[in-house]
Antibody, heavy 118, light 111 residues
Framework: QVQLQESGPRLVKPSETLSLTCTVSGDSISTYYWTWIRQTPGKGLEWIGYIYYTGSANYNPSLESRVTIAVDTSKNQFSLNLSSLTAADTAVYYC????????????WGQGTMVTVSS | QSVLTQPPSASGTPGQRVTISCSGSSSNIESNTVNWYQQFPGMAPKLLIYTNNQRPSGVPDRFSGSKSGTSASLAISGLQSDDEADYYCAAWDDSLTGHVVFGGGTKLTVL
């Protein structure tokens, strides 16, 4: 059974960089595309970007200047770095597996709530 | 403001059939497949319909999806109380460098 688990800080200061890690268990990360998605409180879902095990990545144009997604195949993990944080980046951050079409995410992590505040 | 437009709310009584619409454009729904997600409070979204009208294993056939032109719909027949959740549509958008877009979500209430 494939499982994804997000880890990282719950509270980050404005202007700093958020770093989150998603650990994949039950499957090799070298098989699918892996994605970060966030959900702001009371609002909808926003796709951040995805990465393939080769390191090839694609980002949401609205976040591209601040986002880096990386993969570590030796640890079966992928990560998210989001810089220059503001309160608007406060959200639940999910990692997910992309399977099939670009917008098909069949397995999700439980999500981690990140608050940007001084 | 979401790229894909969904009604913020929908409702129905047990046993009824309810549909939720998702309106997009030529750069997303018309040229790419649509997926639907179901989300309960405090939980991660769950894939409900993929590739316009396919159901993952374990999803009841009460749930169905369709697409026509720049719009898509999710239908739920034989409505049950535990269908009460938020529903989101999603598609790839070919504009700019390409990216995934979501609808704003529809909160389904079972009366």
């Amino acid at each position: 059974q494939v499982q994804l688990q997000e880890s990282g800080p719950r509270l980050v200061k404005p202007s700093e960089t958020l770093s989150l890690t998603c650990t994949v268990s039950g499957d090799s990360i070298s098989t699918y595309y892996w994605t970060w998605i966030r959900q702001t409180p009371g609002k909808g879902l926003e796709w951040i970007g995805y990465i393939y095990y080769t390191g090839s990545a694609n980002y949401n144009p609205s976040l591209e200047s601040r986002v880096t997604i990386a993969v570590d195949t030796s640890k079966n993990q992928f990560s998210l770095n989001l810089s220059s944080l503001t309160a608007a980046d406060t959200a639940v951050y999910y990692c997910a597996r992309r399977h099939g079409s670009y917008s098909t995410f069949d397995i999700w992590g439980q999500g981690t709530m990140v608050t940007v505040s001084s | 403001q979401s790229v894909l437009t969904q009604p913020p709310s929908a409702s129905g009584t047990p046993g009824q059939r309810v549909t939720i619409s998702c309106s997009g454009s030529s750069s997303n729904i018309e040229s790419n497949t649509v997926n639907w997600y179901q989300q309960f409070p405090g939980m991660a979204p769950k894939l409900l319909i993929y590739t316009n009208n396919q159901r993952p294993s374990g999803v009841p056939d009460r749930f169905s999806g369709s697409k026509s032109g720049t719009s898509a719909s999710l239908a739920i027949s034989g409505l049950q109380s535990d269908d009460e959740a938020d529903y989101y549509c999603a598609a790839w958008d070919d504009s700019l460098t390409g990216h995934v877009v979501f609808g704003g979500g529809t909160k389904l209430t079972v009366l």
